[in-house]
């Protein structure tokens, strides 16, 4: 069983950055690979980021790519997002999940665990 727990989201400007943290609980984090998520007001949830259990190996969603950038301290039980040039678009509220296959997953169906989500609102 693996509890995760968002933070860092907040209110920013459009071109600013913020970094979202991921803390997980469980003796086997180590193992799973993890994955960031977002879902925008009245949108389906979709994939970010994702990092294999290694730290070794990560994939992101063509809309983030070159601005995000998704990495994971295993001794810390931490998975981190950090955001810069962020859009209007990137409005959302952000999940962090699990999943115990090891290496990358990108649909939500293909995650184990979730976290309750973090806001992330983007100004103009």
């Known amino acids: 069983q693996v509890q995760l727990v968002e933070s860092g989201g907040g209110l920013v400007q459009a071109g600013g950055s913020l970094r979202l943290s991921c803390a997980a609980s469980?003796?086997?984090?180590?193992?799973?690979?993890m994955g960031w998520f977002r879902q925008a007001p009245g949108k389906e949830r979709e994939f970010v980021a994702a990092?294999?259990?290694?730290?070794?190996?990560?994939r992101y969603a063509e809309s983030v790519k070159g601005r995000f950038t998704i990495s994971r301290d295993n001794a810390k039980n931490m998975v981190y997002l950090q955001m810069n040039s962020l859009k209007l678009e990137d409005t959302a509220v952000y999940y962090c999940?699990?999943?115990?296959?090891?290496?990358?997953?990108?649909?939500?169906?293909?995650?184990?665990?979730w976290g309750k989500g973090t806001l992330v609102t983007v100004s103009s």
């Open positions: 999940a699990a999943t115990s296959t090891g290496t990358i997953r990108t649909t939500v169906y293909g995650m184990d665990y």
């Open positions: 469980g003796r086997t984090f180590s193992s799973y690979a």
């Open positions: 990092i294999s259990w290694s730290g070794g190996n990560t």
